[in-house]
Nanobody, 126 residues
Framework: QVQLVESGGGLVQAGGSLRLSCAAS??????????ICWFRQAPGKEREFVAA????????YYADSVKGRFTISRDNADNTVIMKMNSLSPEDTAVYYC?????????????????WGQGTQVTVSS
């Protein structure tokens, strides 16, 4: 079992930056075995993949819409995953969720993620 808590959301102007954090309450050894993914959901839209970092931090993945603007990283010693978001636009407005998966094969399907945080709101004004 692991509990995930997101933080760092807020209101920012277009072109601005935010830093989201996902903190996990699990042993350090266990946390490093999870793939951690950020999803987001805007009003009236389906939850969509944003970025992910695989177990042990080996590989990162990004949605095309955020590639080059967002950076995901993890600190397994601190049980934390960080997503730095630059050049934000109103289209990035959504609730952002972090999720953990124990599966060996990487997937962007939300149904394949076992644990979820409560979400943090990101609002980008034009």
């Amino acid at each position: 079992q692991v509990q995930l808590v997101e933080s760092g959301g807020g209101l920012v102007q277009a072109g601005g930056s935010l830093r989201l954090s996902c903190a996990a309450s699990s042993s350090t050894r266990t946390f490093s075995t999870y793939t951690i993914c950020w999803f987001r959901q805007a009003p009236g839209k389906e939850r969509e993949f944003v970025a992910a970092i695989t177990r042990y931090g080996g590989v990162t993945y990004y949605a095309d819409s955020v590639k080059g603007r967002f950076t995901i990283s993890r600190d397994n010693a601190d049980n934390t995953v960080i997503m730095k978001m630059n050049s934000l636009s109103p289209e990035d407005t959504a609730v952002y969720y972090c999720a953990a998966s124990t599966r060996v094969l990487f997937t962007i399907r939300p149904t394949e993620y076992d644990y979820w945080g409560q979400g943090t709101q990101v609002t980008v004004s034009s």
